[in-house]
């Protein structure tokens, strides 16, 4: 019989934060990547109210934490309880991996953008940001990121729909102001464009469906959806339909923990077919 896994004097522990947190399949991702490399360390659901989040990090910290993730609803609030932060956390204006140095700081990343392109080049190899316009639906923190993303890896224009304008307005502006071409629309510019994604709720399990005619879109396109749950979402079951190429929201979730596991346990992971089985296993694969 394998020896039990016990925790020792040096174990390193990291975890997440978020209220509530027992949906997160980042333990379980975690944790596979802990087994796979032999790696004596722990990562830990963490549910912390909001009105209690400043003081939880900084006893994280004084326990000996390395780090942790931040889900919702603290992505915000966690900027403002950082000492040092990435650019790239700064820009989108919201955290979700921390950092704790030894001298007591704490270092507030984002890598839910990183996390997002590289699972489409993993999906789609040949893809590429330069390759043409995007379409982003909604212009919430998921919005934020991707839309970083995509302009700084050299998206050449990049459209905004969302439900409420005056938000899509904003963040257009506030993108504009960097040199990026970004623009709003109430309905999406399918036609010619090279990369669809969506990051609204709508098509998440207990959500309303999101419905589109993807007709207009050329066959080379690629279409995201950062939902993972239901793993094919019924847009990307429309896009497959339409034989183009679909990547789901798990690759999102796989890639955008590899950094901070890298800094809290010394290793940088990878994502592969069999990581991918074993955190699909605990999702619905559609909508019930």
Same mark, same amino acid.
């Given at each position: 019989?394998?020896?039990?896994?016990?925790?020792?004097?040096?174990?390193?522990?990291?975890?997440?934060?978020?209220?509530?947190?027992?949906?997160?399949?980042?333990?379980?991702?975690?944790?596979?990547? @802990?087994?796979?490399?032999? &790696?004596?360390?722990?990562?830990?659901?963490?549910?912390v109210r909001?009105?209690?989040?400043?003081?939880?990090?900084r006893a994280?910290?004084?326990?000996?934490?390395?780090?942790?993730?931040?889900?919702?609803?603290?992505?915000?609030?966690? @900027?403002?309880? $950082? !000492?040092?932060?990435? #650019?790239?956390?700064?820009? &989108?204006?919201?955290?979700?991996?921390?950092?704790?140095?030894?001298?007591?700081?704490?270092?507030?990343?984002?890598?839910?953008?990183?996390?997002?392109?590289?699972?489409?080049?993993?999906?789609?190899?040949?893809?590429?940001?330069?390759?043409?316009?995007?379409?982003?639906?909604?212009?919430?923190?998921?919005?934020?990121?991707?839309?970083?993303?995509?302009?700084?890896?050299? $998206?050449?224009? @990049?459209?905004?729909?969302?439900?409420?304008?005056?938000?899509?307005?904003? @963040?257009?502006?506030?993108?504009?102001?960097?040199?990026?071409?970004? #623009?709003?629309?109430?309905?999406?510019?399918?036609?010619?464009?090279?990369?669809?994604?969506?990051?609204t709720s709508?098509?998440?399990?207990?959500?309303?469906?999101?419905?589109?005619?993807?007709?207009?879109?050329?066959?080379?396109?690629?279409?995201? !959806?950062?939902?993972?749950?239901?793993?094919?979402?019924?847009?990307?079951?429309?896009?497959?339909?339409?034989?183009?190429?679909?990547?789901?929201?798990?690759?999102?979730?796989?890639?955008?923990?590899?950094?901070?596991?890298? *800094?809290?346990?010394?290793?940088?992971?990878?994502? !592969?077919?069999?990581?991918?089985?074993?955190?699909?296993?605990?999702?619905?694969?559609?909508? *019930?």
């Amino acid at each position: 019989m394998a020896s039990p896994r016990t925790l020792t004097g040096k174990t390193l522990t990291a975890g997440i934060l978020g209220w509530p947190v027992g949906h997160s399949r980042s333990p379980r991702l975690h944790g596979y990547w @802990l087994e796979r490399h032999g &790696i004596d360390g722990a990562y830990i659901p963490l549910p912390v109210r909001p009105e209690r989040f400043a003081g939880a990090i900084r006893a994280l910290a004084d326990l000996g934490f390395r780090g942790a993730n931040v889900t919702i609803p603290h992505k915000e609030t966690a @900027l403002a309880a $950082c !000492d040092l932060l990435e #650019e790239g956390a700064r820009r &989108i204006g919201a955290v979700n991996t921390l950092v704790f140095h030894e001298d007591g700081r704490i270092e507030g990343w984002n890598t839910d953008g990183w996390g997002f392109l590289e699972s489409i080049r993993e999906g789609v190899p040949e893809w590429r940001a330069e390759a043409g316009p995007a379409v982003v639906l909604g212009a919430g923190g998921g919005a934020r990121a991707v839309a970083h993303a995509l302009l700084l890896a050299g $998206c050449p224009r @990049l459209t905004l729909v969302n439900r409420s304008p005056a938000r899509a307005e904003a @963040l257009a502006a506030e993108l504009s102001a960097h040199g990026y071409r970004v #623009e709003v629309a109430a309905a999406p510019p399918l036609e010619g464009a090279a990369l669809l994604v969506n990051t609204t709720s709508q098509g998440m399990q207990g959500q309303p469906p999101l419905t589109l005619d993807l007709a207009p879109l050329p066959a080379s396109a690629v279409v995201a !959806d950062i939902v993972y749950v239901p793993l094919e979402t019924p847009l990307l079951a429309a896009a497959r339909a339409r034989g183009l190429a679909a990547v789901d929201g798990l690759g999102m979730l796989l890639h955008q923990g590899r950094r901070g596991f890298q *800094a809290w346990f010394g290793t940088m992971p990878a994502v !592969d077919a069999e990581l991918r089985a074993f955190v699909a296993s605990d999702i619905p694969r559609t909508a *019930a």
